[in-house]
């Protein structure tokens, strides 16, 4: 290995070491960016996902809210004739039968329906029937109907549908504490709630009993238990004991007013909008066989509970393993795992009787009549998360952007820092050999003055080529237009061509071999420009021709179908040729083969670039066919002058 290889070596070694840093450098940072962009994405999901569920939970606490005003304004309805009745925390012990019937005739007469707010919930049409069953006496109970209409009390035989409630009240009048827990299963005992951890604080309320009411769903009726009274008998001085038996106040509920009257009212009152409901609404009673009360639209039907979305138990949820089964089945399904708004159970007024499995709780069922109030929150969720992702995804491709422009400023910096370095080389060897010329020159020690002259003649040629790169090189990024297009004869333009390189050429050794096609069509273009065009491709093929003495430049017709043709003039080499790789990167300014740079052949990277932008500026193209080891074809495509002067007057 000679001095001059470790030299190139030395100087080539930083220059890659520097390539291969800068390398990892911007690796180091995609990676950083992309582990960050992650990161951002990740809690940009979480961030949605929890904003997403606070909506579905502020949505549905809102429906809940409304749910629950509607059930407060159905409790007022019911409880209205609680109030008329006016059995107190004593249970009557100090009222007649005549007292209740009293009370029930003044409260529905009509005249007393009027706007005060002492009867804002006055509806006589709501109760059916009001009787008091007598279940206190040694024999066989009585029912006696109270009729406000002839204002007496009458004795009625047990309505069938108040057989099955006339019986659990019998079997629960044997003391008030009983009575108080008539609503609880038979199989429960009164006291087992009280001490079940299991049971919810609803379930609790339940056992307080303070008003004593109790409903039946199944009738529908309310029931209250009172103590005896003769009636025009002095009532005793202290009241009567919580052991002695009870009777019954049963107000049987008109279902016919709830159902047609009560329920539309109140799904007006909270569930509609300005073009209507908002919601389907329905009320249905949820038991084995379940029963349909009402419904805003004719295709909301009780199987529409599980897809709905909220669905409020109206009296409450009822205790394991009794007739509210079906409703309890409900909440412990797997394919309800929801959130608590969807299925949840209003606060209880009314413990409500249990009295058979197939008697089901009254649900209140409500769907969005624009798709699941969830699916609208999703929706809008995945407009965002869209939207998100958009804005990640362009901020990503910014990023992506900036580093490859950045390291494309960088590459275009190392090229025109080597185009420098080339260009001051170029410059420097000319000058050094001329300095040395006519350093001889002025010692005397010239002998062959017609050598120093060529000399000097040559490399000063040398110079102001390489001028006239840079000049045209530097129009050519300006879009100056300093050319004049005429119809050039190709043969003078070779000939002119081969004048100017042939000195050049002969002492270099180099065979040019010139071969030009008979009767060739003039081109348009622009001497100078179509001279320099071919002076570059031919210091080309001498600078890189390798091994090889020879230099090919051919022009001939080219055909480009009937009725246009052109002119290509070819200039060949047997030299070292160009890989595939590097055949669309040889046209940009500055760039050199690493190839071309280890053999420490000298250049500008600049004479392929001006070519062809010269070659297009006068309407033409440049192409090239290039083998690594066999040489290379560059062509200079242009069309005729007639043809081109025809297309422009037509």
Same mark, same amino acid.
């Given at each position: 290995?000679?001095?001059?290889?470790?030299?190139?070596?030395?100087?080539?070694?930083?220059?890659?070491?520097?390539?291969?840093?800068?390398?990892?450098?911007?690796?180091?940072?995609?990676?950083?960016?992309?582990?960050?962009?992650?990161?951002?994405?990740?809690?940009?999901?979480?961030?949605?996902?929890?904003? @997403?569920?606070?909506? +579905?939970?502020?949505?549905?606490?809102?429906?809940?809210?409304?749910?629950?005003? #509607?059930?407060? /304004?159905?409790?007022?309805?019911?409880?209205?004739?609680?109030?008329?009745?006016?059995?107190?925390?004593?249970?009557?012990?100090?009222?007649?039968?005549?007292?209740?019937?009293?009370?029930?005739?003044?409260?529905?007469?009509?005249?007393?329906?009027?706007?005060?707010?002492?009867?804002?919930?006055?509806?006589?049409?709501?109760?059916?029937?009001?009787?008091?069953?007598?279940?206190?006496?040694?024999?066989?109970?009585?029912?006696?109907?109270? *009729?406000?209409?002839?204002?007496?009390?009458?004795?009625?035989?047990?309505?069938? /549908?108040?057989?099955?409630?006339?019986?659990?009240?019998?079997?629960?009048?044997?003391?008030?504490?009983?009575?108080?827990?008539?609503?609880?299963?038979?199989?429960?005992?009164?006291?087992?709630?009280?001490?079940?951890?299991?049971?919810?604080?609803?379930?609790?309320?339940?056992?307080?009993?303070?008003?004593?009411?109790?409903?039946?769903?199944?009738?529908? !009726?309310?029931?209250?238990?009172?103590?005896?009274?003769?009636?025009?008998?002095?009532?005793?001085?202290?009241?009567?004991?919580?052991?002695?038996?009870? /009777?019954?106040?049963?107000?049987?509920?008109?279902? +016919?007013?709830?159902?047609?009257?009560?329920?539309?009212? $109140?799904?007006?009152?909270?569930?509609?909008?300005?073009?209507?409901?908002?919601?389907?609404?329905?009320?249905?009673?949820?038991?084995?066989?379940?029963?349909?009360?009402?419904?805003? /639209?004719?295709?909301?039907?009780?199987?529409?509970?599980?897809?709905?979305?909220?669905?409020?138990?109206?009296?409450?949820? =009822?205790?394991?393993?009794?007739?509210?089964?079906? #409703?309890?089945?409900?909440?412990?399904?797997?394919?309800?795992? %929801?959130?608590?708004?969807?299925?949840?159970?209003?606060?209880? #007024?009314?413990?409500?009787?249990?009295?058979?499995?197939?008697?089901?709780?009254?649900?209140?069922?409500?769907? *969005?009549?624009?798709?699941?109030?969830?699916?609208?929150?999703?929706?809008?969720? %995945?407009?965002?998360?869209?939207?998100?992702?958009?804005?990640?995804?362009?901020? !990503?491709?910014?990023?992506?952007?900036?580093?490859?422009?950045?390291?494309?400023?960088?590459?275009?910096?190392?090229?025109?820092?080597?185009?420098?370095?080339?260009?001051?080389?170029?410059?420097?060897? =000319?000058?050094?050999?001329?300095?040395?010329?006519?350093? *001889?020159?002025?010692?005397?020690?010239?002998?062959?003055?017609? $050598?120093?002259?060529?000399?000097?003649?040559?490399?000063?040629?040398?110079?102001?080529?390489?001028?006239?790169?840079?000049?045209?090189?530097?129009?050519?990024?300006?879009?100056?237009?300093?050319?004049?297009?005429?119809?050039?004869?190709?043969?003078?333009? $070779?000939?002119?061509?081969? @004048?100017?390189?042939?000195?050049?050429?002969? %002492?270099?050794?180099?065979?040019?071999?010139?071969?030009?096609?008979?009767?060739?069509?003039?081109?348009?273009?622009?001497?100078?420009?179509?001279?320099?065009?071919?002076? *570059?491709?031919?210091?080309?093929? !001498?600078?890189?021709?390798?091994?090889?003495?020879?230099?090919?430049?051919?022009?001939?017709?080219?055909?480009?179908?009937?009725?246009?043709?052109?002119?290509?003039?070819?200039?060949?080499?047997?030299?070292?040729?160009?890989?595939?790789?590097?055949?669309?990167?040889?046209?940009?300014?500055?760039?050199?083969?690493?190839?071309?740079?280890?053999?420490?052949?000298?250049?500008?990277?600049?004479?392929?670039?001006?070519?062809?932008?010269?070659?297009?500026?006068?309407?033409?193209?440049?192409?090239?066919?290039?083998?690594?080891?066999?040489?290379?074809?560059?062509?200079?495509?242009?069309?005729?002058?007639?043809?081109? +002067?025809? +297309?422009?007057?037509?």
């Amino acid at each position: 290995m000679g001095p001059l290889d470790l030299q190139s070596r030395k100087l080539r070694t930083p220059h890659t070491s520097s390539k291969q840093s800068s390398l990892f450098f911007w690796v180091t940072v995609l990676i950083t960016i992309a582990v960050l962009l992650a990161i951002v994405g990740t809690l940009q999901y979480r961030w949605s996902t929890e904003i @997403r569920r606070a909506a +579905e939970v502020r949505l549905g606490g809102l429906l809940e809210s409304t749910m629950m005003k #509607w059930h407060l /304004d159905f409790y007022s309805e019911i409880s209205a004739v609680c109030t008329a009745l006016q059995i107190g925390p004593d249970s009557g012990a100090r009222d007649s039968r005549e007292d209740y019937l009293q009370r029930y005739t003044r409260w529905s007469r009509p005249a007393n329906n009027d706007d005060s707010m002492e009867n804002i919930y006055t509806n006589p049409e709501l109760v059916k029937d009001i009787y008091i069953w007598e279940t206190s006496t040694s024999g066989s109970p009585s029912l006696l109907r109270l *009729n406000a209409d002839k204002e007496r009390i009458e004795r009625s035989p047990v309505p069938p /549908d108040l057989q099955s409630l006339l019986a659990r009240l019998e079997k629960n009048s044997s003391s008030l504490r009983v009575a108080l827990h008539a609503w609880e299963q038979d199989e429960v005992p009164y006291q087992h709630h009280a001490r079940d951890e299991r049971l919810t604080p609803s379930h609790m309320l339940r056992g307080d009993a303070v008003a004593g009411w109790q409903f039946d769903e199944a009738v529908p !009726a309310i029931v209250h238990p009172i103590f005896r009274h003769v009636s025009r008998r002095p009532l005793p001085a202290k009241a009567s004991s919580d052991d002695e038996p009870v /009777d019954w106040v049963v107000a049987v509920l008109n279902l +016919e007013t709830i159902e047609r009257r009560i329920l539309p009212g $109140l799904a007006q009152r909270y569930f509609a909008g300005s073009r209507g409901l908002k919601y389907k609404v329905a009320v249905i009673t949820a038991g084995r066989t379940q029963r349909l009360l009402y419904s805003s /639209d004719t295709d909301f039907v009780p199987r529409d509970v599980l897809t709905s979305d909220a669905v409020m138990n109206i009296f409450g949820s =009822p205790l394991e393993g009794s007739g509210g089964q079906l #409703w309890q089945t409900e909440i412990d399904s797997d394919t309800l795992k %929801r959130e608590d708004w969807h299925r949840f159970s209003s606060p209880v #007024w009314f413990p409500v009787i249990q009295r058979a499995s197939e008697n089901g709780p009254w649900l209140l069922v409500l769907r *969005n009549r624009n798709g699941p109030l969830d699916g609208a929150v999703t929706k809008v969720w %995945r407009g965002h998360m869209l939207t998100s992702g958009v804005v990640l995804l362009l901020l !990503a491709t910014s990023v992506v952007l900036v580093v490859v422009s950045s390291r494309r400023a960088e590459a275009l910096a190392n090229l025109q820092m080597d185009f420098v370095t080339s260009v001051s080389h170029e410059l420097r060897t =000319p000058l050094t050999a001329i300095l040395s010329v006519g350093q *001889n020159i002025t010692d005397g020690f010239a002998s062959d003055l017609k $050598l120093y002259g060529w000399l000097i003649t040559t490399q000063v040629r040398k110079e102001i080529d390489l001028v006239d790169q840079i000049l045209s090189f530097a129009s050519t990024k300006k879009g100056a237009k300093n050319y004049v297009l005429q119809p050039l004869d190709l043969t003078n333009v $070779l000939d002119q061509v081969r @004048r100017d390189t042939a000195t050049i050429f002969e %002492r270099s050794g180099f065979t040019v071999d010139f071969e030009i096609a008979p009767s060739l069509p003039p081109i348009l273009g622009d001497l100078r420009f179509l001279c320099r065009c071919l002076q *570059n491709l031919i210091g080309n093929a !001498a600078k890189y021709s390798g091994q090889s003495r020879w230099i090919g430049v051919s022009a001939e017709l080219e055909e480009l179908g009937n009725p246009n043709e052109g002119v290509q003039i070819s200039v060949t080499d047997r030299g070292i040729g160009i890989r595939s790789s590097e055949l669309l990167q040889i046209f940009e300014p500055f760039y050199r083969s690493p190839s071309v740079l280890a053999a420490q052949v000298h250049g500008t990277g600049l004479g392929l670039s001006v070519t062809k932008h010269l070659a297009e500026a006068m309407g033409g193209r440049v192409s090239v066919l290039s083998e690594p080891g066999l040489g290379s074809v560059f062509t200079l495509h242009f069309r005729v002058a007639a043809a081109l +002067e025809s +297309e422009m007057v037509a």
